[in-house]
């Protein structure tokens, strides 16, 4: 299974990115599809995340500036961010909690990352 995310990019303060994760390979299909994110010198850390048919949950410094979603059909997920901080550079990363197969059991796969770089 490959994570590819894209949409990563520089913005002032106050300015807005959509990133973008699509799933492929052998997928029967996705429990969770997540986004966690490192800062430089810093631990990665969880952001948002997003479970098939529940509601999605946010790390608290992000809930009402960021969301995400996803398109279960198109084993895709999005994090819209809005009001961006400096405090929210960092490298993101899609993840998702995968059935290989209608018997296996969930595991976890993480893309390579996209760099978000907001401008104070």
């Known amino acids: 299974v490959q994570l590819q995310a894209s949409g990563g990019g520089t913005v002032q303060a106050g300015g807005s990115l959509r990133l973008s994760c699509a799933a492929s390979?052998?997928?029967?299909?996705?429990?969770?599809m997540s986004w966690y994110r490192q800062a430089p010198g810093k631990q990665r850390e969880f952001v948002a995340a997003i479970p098939i048919g529940g509601s999605a949950n946010y790390r608290d410094s992000v809930k009402d500036r960021f969301t995400i979603s996803r398109d279960n059909a198109k084993n895709t997920a999005n994090l819209q961010m809005n009001s961006l901080k400096p405090e929210d550079t960092g490298v993101y990363y899609c993840?998702?909690?995968?059935?290989?197969?209608?018997?296996?059991?969930?595991?976890?796969?993480w893309g390579r990352g996209t760099l978000v770089t907001v401008s104070s």
């Open positions: 390979g052998k997928i029967f299909d996705i429990n969770t």
């Open positions: 993840v998702a909690d995968v059935r290989n197969t209608s018997t296996s059991s969930l595991r976890k796969y």
